[in-house]
Structure formats: C-alpha cells, structure tokens
C-alpha cells in the first residue's frame, strides 16, 4: 500500500511537471511556473521529561526525505503575488525513518507555503519562512500490551506540521542549493490517546530545480490601496476526542461559533466572537448534580485573527476566554488557543480545519464548514 501511495504521487507529479509549453518560440507568461525540491533531514528528536520517554528518544535516530511541487504566479501583476513578494505554494510528500519500531517509518502528504523575506530581485542568496501542514501515516502506535514503549503517541494516522528558515543559493538560471532549520510536530489532537505528539528539531539540505524556461519577475509591482471592509463568520465544527486512553470509546464535540471580523489590509483581518461548545456524553465524566445541558455545554468569548494567504486560503487564529466551561470535558484552563487552514470559495461558504489547545496541549481537530457574509470593494 505504501509503495502504491509513493507511485501514484510521482506519477501525478511528473504529469503536472511534463512541459510549461511545446513552442519555444511562444512569449507568454505562464499561468504557474514549477519547482521541484529534494531535501535529506536529520534532527533532534525531543524527550518529554520522562524516564521512559528519554529512554525512546535515546533509543531512536532520525532521518528524512522530503520531495516537494511549488507553484509560483507567473503573472507579474497578481496582487497576493506581490504582497507575499513571489511566494511559493504547493504539495509535498515526506518519508521518514527514526530506526526503532516502536514509533515507526511515517510518510506525509502536505501543503506549504514559502516566503521571501524580500524581494529576491537578482540576489543569489535569499532567505525564506516556510510552513507545511498534512496528514501523516504509518507510525506504529502505542498499545498497552503490543507495543507499550511509544508513550508519545497513540495513532497511526496523525497531522503533520513543518515550520522553518529557508536559505536558497541560486547556482544557474534552473538550479539553486537550499538549507532549512525548523520545528516539525506528529499530533492527533486527542483523537487517540496518549497524545503527548512527537516533537523534531530538523535541518534540511537539499536542490530545487525549475524545469521551465519561463521566468517569474523577482521584483514589486506596484498594487491598489487596499479598502477596508467588514466580515461576518458563522461556522460549525465538529470533531471526535479520546479523553482517558486508547481503550476508551471516542466522544462527539461540535462548536457553533459566529464572528465579527475588519479587514485592514490584504494580510489581516481583525475581530471577536463567541464560541458555544457540545461535548457528547458528558454525564459520564460529571457525576454532579447540575443538569444535563449544563454539563455538555459550555461557551466563551473569543479574539479573532485571520491572516489572508490569497483571496480564498487564509489562517484563521483565536484566543478564547471561557465564560461558562467543564474542566470534566477537558477544558483545563480559563483560556485556549486556535489555528488551522480555511478556504473560502467565491460563493461565500469555506471549509477547513483548525486545531483548538490548552496551554499548547491539544484539545480537539475541528472539522469545519461555514459562511462568510461581506462585501469585498477590492478588485483582485
């Protein structure tokens, strides 16, 4: 099945990459222009303070292979192009060994994003931000009685998530060297317990390639002045949670949330909200007297933060305050944080994931589909 899942990802890689245009003589900006990126990784695995979690981590040694499609705006003119000064977006796929069975050999299938710090214009050496988020497979979960020394995680399917610096040396008009530095964390937001997510510090050197002739302007366009607007958010998400440990069953949590947003700029949007929470079965943890709807709902009110990759993808972020909270349904501290990946389509409705924390300890996935009320004065 793995070698099924590589296979198929080449071959719709190599499909995307087989020539931007037949003619050499034709002069027309490309729609995209591709990159390819091979990348060997070795890192630090991080302990979590344990006895028998250090003895895992010393037991185990990291390496990976990371192969990446990016996709750069040709036209000169696209506005997010020029806000985010020529960024890269694309797909990836990640292989990793870390030499001991107990965790496993996990793969991932990913979206990035890559940064310029500033325009690249004719430098040879530049400099990036870098970001990926997917799902990885293939770990070798914990099991009480099969595999009991991988206390760090209790899945074998997980979200992936790569944060680094990338720095880029052009050598030709097709080729470059890049070395990254990073945070890489394997997490299932409490889907399955134990969920303490296994945590890399990795260092990445690799090649990137650019198979077309077809060049990208490196360097600003000038944009309109962007007309703030206002946001309305309504969204319903859903999730499933593991509170006490892999033997137990699985539990429905839905949040309702609605939002009041001003975008400022084509980057941000700013604003508050509320979120109302339902988490199922709660008469099973809360033996006390209080009624049944008190012990499944909670709500809070939340600070608002969207930051716009493009017109449609953008990263939504809040920090919540409990008005009313269970510490029975997991909701251990006053406040919790969120972040995650949204795409708003043209009709108003987006659709994503966010991840919602504790102090950095994660909560829940929330599956999410909602719709954005506004009117948009700017001309993309």
């Known amino acids: ?32 222009v591709k990159y390819l990126d091979l990348r060997f990784e070795n890192g630090i695995m991080m302990g979590d303070g344990t006895d028998l979690g250090d003895q895992l981590v010393n037991a185990s040694y990291y390496n990976g292979l990371d192969f990446r499609l990016g996709f750069r705006v040709g036209d000169p003119d696209d506005i997010y192009s020029n806000v985010y000064r020529r960024p890269i977006l694309g797909v990836g796929f990640y292989s990793s060994t870390f030499h001991n069975e107990d965790i496993g050999k996990p793969d991932a299938i990913y979206f990035f994003l890559t940064m310029p710090f500033r ?17 990885s497979y293939n770990f070798n979960a914990y099991d009480s009685i099969d595999n009991p020394a991988n206390l760090f995680i209790g899945s074998e399917k997980n979200v992936y998530v790569h944060l680094g610096f990338l720095m880029n040396y052009k050598i030709g008009k097709k080729f470059a060297l890049n070395g990254t530095v990073g945070f890489k964390h394997f997490s299932n937001g409490s889907l399955q317990q134990p969920n303490k997510g296994i945590n890399l510090i990795p260092f990445t050197l690799g090649v990137s390639y650019k198979p077309s002739d077809q060049e990208v302007l490196l360097e600003r366009r000038e944009i309109p002045k962007y007309i703030r607007h206002n946001l309305w958010n ?15 069953r699985n539990h429905l949590k839905m949040v309702f949330t609605t939002n ?10 700013v604003g508050v909200g509320m979120d109302f929470f339902y988490s199922a079965n709660a008469e099973m943890r809360n033996n006390s007297d209080q009624s049944a709807f008190s012990k499944a709902f909670s709500c809070a009110v939340v600070g608002s933060w969207e930051w716009a990759i493009n017109e449609h993808l953008y990263v939504p972020v809040g920090i919540g305050f409990y008005l009313k909270r ?37 909560d829940i996935f929330e599956w999410s589909v909602g719709y954005t009320f506004q009117h948009d004065p700017n001309k993309y």
Do not use: C, W
Request: glycine fraction near 8%.
């Open 1 to 32: 099945m793995k070698q099924l899942t590589v296979l198929i990802f080449f071959i719709f890689i190599a499909s995307l990459s087989y020539g931007q245009y037949s003619d050499s003589v034709l002069i027309k900006t490309p729609k995209y």
């Open 119 to 135: 325009f690249e214009k004719a430098k040879k050496l530049t400099f990036s931000y870098s970001a990926a988020f997917g799902i």
């Open 234 to 248: 309504i969204t319903l998400s859903a999730g499933s949670k593991n509170y006490y440990s892999s033997e137990d």
């Open 260 to 269: 009041y947003l001003r975008q400022i700029s084509y980057k941000y949007r």
């Open 326 to 362: 269970n510490t029975e349904n997991d909701e251990r501290n006053i406040y919790y944080e969120r972040v995650g990946m949204r795409y708003r389509f043209n009709s108003g409705i987006h659709t994503g994931v966010t991840i919602k924390a504790h102090g950095g300890v994660a």
